[in-house]
């Protein structure tokens, strides 16, 4: 391929790794894309030039699935990573890739999905999950790098003795340098191991954590590196499993200064909800060591339940403070998205946060009320930006009435994918799964036997290939409707009162007011 080409590659299994031979230019890419919806499958791409796109394949390897060596300005967009020990590896310290929109799942216990070195990469809008884990996503290594937006889920540990973390960076060679990683807007839903674990080479600094939420993270962010700014992140149900969510460190204190300081560190307008060791108020929060304390700033935080250690060295802090979530059972509420409006810790309006944080910003992830939110990420299943099905229903319409009763009724719906295929669609009765349709082809229909009289409710939902989900219902009746009865009055006859129909009678209303000398009993 030459500059400005695009290689389409056509729907298929192709058990070979792609590697490009030259680059294109920032105004002609070099691209390689799934020719239509259905992502080809390949074992994985190597690629060395710049100005590369590889876009919409599902990439199944154990190893390593797509290595970037030196490449500048590469774009990894659309893809599904499945099975994957090692998603993208980055080497030769690349500048400026964006890895977007991609979906990493299966069952392979997953080394380190993500490396990162060189500067000025983004990676944004991917989907994490289901995984099974050994270490870390990220290892973020290198200078002004972004992760932000993305959804981690449904990640559960290998039980193989790896430190586990969602980013981990550790000093020693001079290409572990970190300056200005900024990580924000991301949802993490459920982690089993630590939020982050950061040791610094000594020209390392600038670790910004902010807008996040953190929701059953078994173990605290920790790190010792220098300027580590923790901004109106929520922490629910985290850090349980050493007591704290962040922990601001000092090698010092433990006798390995190699490992660096978290001095100049800012953590402000966080919520820290039940982060706290189980049924033990006394740290939660953060904490900080004896050797980053001197330059710690900590202002307009809440911590909830009361802990009588985890919100020390600040001001503005309001502890034992219920933040009032709407619903901190369900943090991505009833759509199953994170960073939408039906999600579970969002503060009501009027609720403590609002208002209370630095210059009367709101504290946490969120905004009150839920104003301003984050795009959103991608549904349970749905890879980085898939769009879910649609479906409607056909047949019957809503208010149909079938006279006869047992009566046979035949549903049908039409359902599309405007970015993949329909796995299967379901036909529900009155909320009751009656049967499914999983030859993936038009027409989607399933019929009902024996309807009894009354009124029921028809529901479909479609599932595509990423397990993306919508549903349309409708109602209808089965019998005879009898008319609603003409309004009548009760009519008194001989002291007893009688339901035939009587004329109502006409009530007027004086002006003048009734005066009376007798009491009212």
């Not at 200064?257 to 189980?278: H, K, L």
Request: one cysteine or more.
């Amino acid at each position: 391929a030459q500059a400005g080409d695009t290689c389409l590659v056509s729907a298929g299994t192709y058990n070979e790794r792609v590697s490009t031979f030259r680059s294109g230019t920032a105004s002609s890419r070099i691209t390689i894309k799934a020719a239509s919806a259905t992502k080809p499958t390949v074992s994985g791409f190597s690629i060395n030039h710049a100005y590369i796109t590889v876009e919409g394949f599902l990439i199944s390897n154990t190893g390593a699935a797509v290595t970037v060596s030196g490449a500048n300005y590469c774009e990894i967009l659309n893809n599904e990573f499945l099975g994957a020990e090692e998603g993208i590896d980055m080497s030769g310290s690349p500048a400026s890739c964006r890895i977007r929109g991609n979906w990493f799942h299966g069952s392979t216990v997953v080394s380190v999905l993500i490396t990162l070195r060189g500067s000025g990469h983004i990676v944004e809008n991917n989907e994490f999950g289901p995984l099974v884990m050994h270490e870390d996503i990220f290892r973020p290594f290198g200078d002004n790098n972004t992760i932000r937006n993305n959804y981690f889920r449904n990640i559960t540990s290998g039980n193989t003795g790896g430190h586990m973390d969602i980013f981990q960076i550790y000093g020693g060679a001079s290409d572990r340098r970190v300056t200005n990683l900024l990580f924000e807007q991301n949802f993490v839903n459920g982690w089993p191991g630590q939020a982050w674990m950061v040791d610094c080479t000594s020209d390392s600094r600038l670790i910004t954590v902010r807008n996040n939420v953190f929701y059953n993270v078994n173990s605290a962010g920790q790190s010792y590196c220098p300027e580590n700014i923790i901004f109106n992140n929520t922490f629910a149900y985290s850090g349980q499993g050493n007591g704290r969510a962040v922990m601001i460190r000092n090698g010092g204190d433990e006798g390995a200064p190699s490992r660096g300081s978290g001095a100049n560190s800012d953590i402000r307008n966080n919520i820290f909800y039940y982060t706290s060791y189980p049924n033990d108020a006394y740290a939660g929060g953060y904490d900080v060591d004896n050797g980053a304390q001197a330059t710690f700033e900590s202002r307009n935080n809440i911590a909830y339940p009361t802990t009588s250690s985890g919100l020390l060295f600040g001001t503005g802090n309001l502890n034992g403070t219920n933040p009032q979530f709407g619903d901190a059972s369900n943090a991505v509420g009833p759509d199953g998205r994170p960073f939408t409006a039906d999600d579970g810790l969002i503060p009501p309006n009027g609720a403590p946060p609002c208002g209370a944080g630095e210059s009367g910003t709101d504290i946490g992830a969120y905004k009150c009320g839920g104003a301003g939110l984050p795009p959103a990420g991608p549904p349970a299943g749905g890879g980085g930006n898939n769009q879910p099905p649609t479906v409607s229903i056909t047949s019957p319409t809503s208010g149909q009435n079938f006279p006869t009763a047992p009566a046979t009724i035949t549903v049908t719906a039409s359902v599309s994918d405007a970015d993949g295929t329909i796995a299967k669609v379901e036909f529900y009765m009155d909320n009751t799964l009656r049967g499914t349709d999983g030859d993936n082809r038009a027409p989607w229909s399933y019929t009902f036997a024996s309807v009894p009289a009354g009124s029921h409710t028809y529901k479909v939902t479609a599932y595509d290939d990423k397990g993306a989900t919508v549903s349309a219902s409708v109602s209808v009746t089965v019998g005879t409707v009898s008319p609603p009865p003409s309004p009548s009055c009760p009519n008194p006859t001989g002291g007893t009162f009688s339901t035939a129909a009587a004329p109502c009678p006409t009530l007027s209303v004086s002006k003048t007011a009734i005066t009376s000398t007798e009491p009212i009993t």
